[in-house]
């Protein structure tokens, strides 16, 4: 444990062949090793860039399992971090014991513990019970009061993935904290906070904003293409360019995108929605756009072309709910057009379908032009678990809110309005259509 803890703490490296017979002696020996024991080696080799060989995997879950009671907050936050880190799903016995663990022991867990045990199992795009979560979350409101910007950063993050909104407790605490430590945030933190509030669709108080974009333009530390896509995505969300124009982050960020490259077309689309809401912006208030300083400018030869063209060429896919939307439509109104998989020229959007309904007579008086009237099929992803309400999700409400101020008539048909009425004959599936469409 020593000879792998060790070196990873202290950023050395371990040859591969040591680490092979240590792993050989983890297996010989593992009915020796204590929760500490099996934490720091795991945590160890995953430190180091390396993997957990499948014989020295399988017996530390067994053994984990067994003695899962014995595990401190520390042990069950390394272990989980370091499947995460691996990119290795543990077994759900190895998942279930650790949440038991750490439902029971929950009073000794620090910020840093529930955000990596939060982080790991997001990460892994596993699932944690309700219990788990909600367990974990109001620790986390609890001990606020000593959380560090990485532990609240990955915590939101975590949030994010798994698309649920904490309670508005814990958001305040964590909120609070935010603001009496922003001069602690580095780039990465900030972006991901940003970015993790908007997908959670997180109102950011004006002076918390204030502060964070402050800090975003001082702090010292470069940024990477990510963090530049993720800031810029979130002050379009945030709708942040409207409240101050500030030359300053523009031309730092403008200077960052030139020197990181970014090509990646995740992040290119990101920044395609930013400089989408900043140009109907300045549209709708030709006083924003006289007010814009010239790194803004910068930006957009550098970013702009290259951001819109990643957007249009964005994959889709049909699903086997808009095919069959697409198929009663058809069957119900003879002579509707509709467009699947269209695209808006000005922003880049694709459209599920847009319809042209002028031949049809029960629904042409509804007036809306054609190419203007959009359909939206709206699965699970496309919304939070807001308590025990569904709420559309960031990306959602950004994309309705563009396609709006550009002009386009929105019908959204959420998944579970569909599946209560999938079986039915047509009269009902047009009936439910004709409601949504009028």
């Not at 124009?245 to 077309?265: P, W």
Request: charged fraction near 20%; charge should be negative.
């Amino acid at each position: 444990v020593v000879l792998v803890g060790g070196p990873a703490t202290l950023g050395v490296k371990v040859d591969s062949a040591v680490l092979d017979r240590l792993q050989e002696q983890v297996v010989r020996i593992i009915s020796d090793f204590g929760p500490q024991d099996i934490a720091v080696f795991t945590h160890g080799v995953a430190a180091l860039g390396s993997m957990l060989h499948p014989a020295t995997l399988q017996a530390i879950e067994r053994h984990a399992i067994s003695i899962s009671v014995k595990f401190l907050p520390q042990h069950v936050a390394n272990f989980l971090w370091a499947f995460a880190t691996m990119k290795v799903c543990p077994t759900p016995g190895v998942l279930d014991a650790m949440q038991c663990r750490t439902r029971d022991a929950i009073e000794g867990f620090e910020p840093q513990h529930v955000a990596n045990v939060l982080w790991a199992v997001a990460s892994l795009r596993l699932t944690l019970e309700d219990d788990t979560i909600q367990a974990l979350l109001q620790h986390a409101r609890a001990t606020s009061i000593i959380a560090k910007p990485p532990d609240m950063t990955m915590l939101l993050w975590a949030l994010s993935e798994f698309e649920i909104q904490p309670p508005p407790a814990v958001l305040t605490a964590i909120l609070d904290r935010c603001e009496v430590t922003v001069e602690d945030f580095l780039p990465a933190q900030i972006s991901n906070l940003l970015r993790s509030l908007a997908v959670l669709c997180v109102p950011v108080p004006e002076s918390l904003m204030d502060k964070l974009l402050d800090r975003a333009t001082s702090c010292p530390s470069t940024y990477c293409a990510q963090e530049v896509s993720n800031l810029l995505w979130a002050l379009a969300c945030l709708s942040a360019h409207k409240q101050a124009v500030r030359a300053g982050l523009y031309e730092r960020l403008a200077r960052e995108a030139e020197v990181v490259q970014i090509n990646e077309s995740m992040h290119l689309s990101q920044i395609n929605q930013f400089f989408v809401d900043l140009s109907l912006s300045c549209s709708e208030d030709p006083a924003l756009e006289k007010s814009l300083p010239s790194s803004i400018n910068s930006l957009r030869e550098t970013l702009e072309k290259p951001a819109a063209a990643a957007f249009a060429q964005a994959s889709t896919t049909t699903s086997r709910l808009q095919n069959d939307i697409v198929n009663a439509l058809k069957a119900g109104w003879q002579g509707i057009i509709a467009e699947e998989e269209a695209h808006d020229p000005v922003s880049g959007y694709g459209l599920d379908m847009l319809l042209d309904a002028s031949a049809v007579p029960e629904l042409a008086p509804l007036g809306c032009a054609p190419g203007k009237w959009a359909l939206e099929v709206d699965g699970p992803s496309h919304f939070l678990k807001v308590g025990d309400r569904r709420q559309p999700t960031r990306s959602t409400l950004l994309k309705r809110t563009h396609l709006q101020r550009l002009g386009y008539t929105l019908v959204s048909v959420p998944y579970w309005d569909w599946d209560k009425i999938r079986r039915e004959g047509l009269d009902v599936k047009l009936q439910y259509l004709d409601d949504k469409l009028r």
